[in-house]
């Protein structure tokens, strides 16, 4: 009678299917997993870019009254009045040559930067006529950017900078992580 030949357990066929098995649903489980993670990022991120631009053009709009230029107590007045709708942001304004005319931040002016030259790239970008707009996500909140030109009859007299730090949104999106992770 000939002797049965005994297969080691991790080359037997029954292992092998078991072993494709688990990783078709560890693959499945990730990808679960990051799917929701990536467009709940995405569509905070979008829901931050329409937001602050409109915020930006709303203040540029309000800024651009006439053919004069700029000045530092005009540009502070129209920032003050539209304060409380920009929240706790920081909102700078510059003329055309990137000098700061004002500077909130946190509801309160900023006497630091009168003077200076506001060397953001945002700002640049606006300067030469370019609505921008960006945002990095990291340690559980969004640090958000955002910048419009100030324009009168196509003719460019300063931009409006805008600055959120967000970590009410980032927390959500860490507790919509962790959710995932637990189930």
Do not use: H
């Not at 540029?60 to 920009?86: N, Y």
């Not at 930067?113 to 953001?120: N, S």
Request: some cysteine; proline content about 3%.
């Amino acid at each position: 009678m000939p002797q049965s030949r005994r297969i080691p357990f991790w080359r037997s066929l029954r292992t092998k299917f078991a072993a494709t098995y688990l990783i078709i649903v560890a693959a499945v489980l990730v990808l679960l997993n990051t799917y929701p993670v990536l467009v709940s990022q995405n569509l905070a991120y979008r829901s931050k870019q329409t937001s602050m631009l409109n915020q930006a053009s709303v203040l540029a709009s309000a800024l651009a009254t006439g053919p004069e230029a700029l000045t530092a107590e005009g540009a502070a007045r129209t920032v003050e009045l539209l304060l409380g709708s920009l929240g706790g942001m920081r909102v700078v304004v510059t003329d055309p040559s990137g000098l700061v005319l004002c500077d909130f931040q946190g509801g309160a002016a900023r006497t630091d930067t009168e003077g200076q030259y506001a060397l953001f790239w945002e700002v640049v970008t606006a300067l030469r006529g370019n609505n921008v707009f960006r945002t990095d996500y990291a340690d559980g909140a969004f640090r958000s950017r955002a910048a419009v030109p100030v324009t009168y009859r196509s003719m460019t007299q300063g931009a409006v900078y805008l600055y959120e730090y967000d970590a009410e949104q980032g927390a959500m999106l860490q507790g919509i992580q962790r959710n995932l992770r637990t189930i």
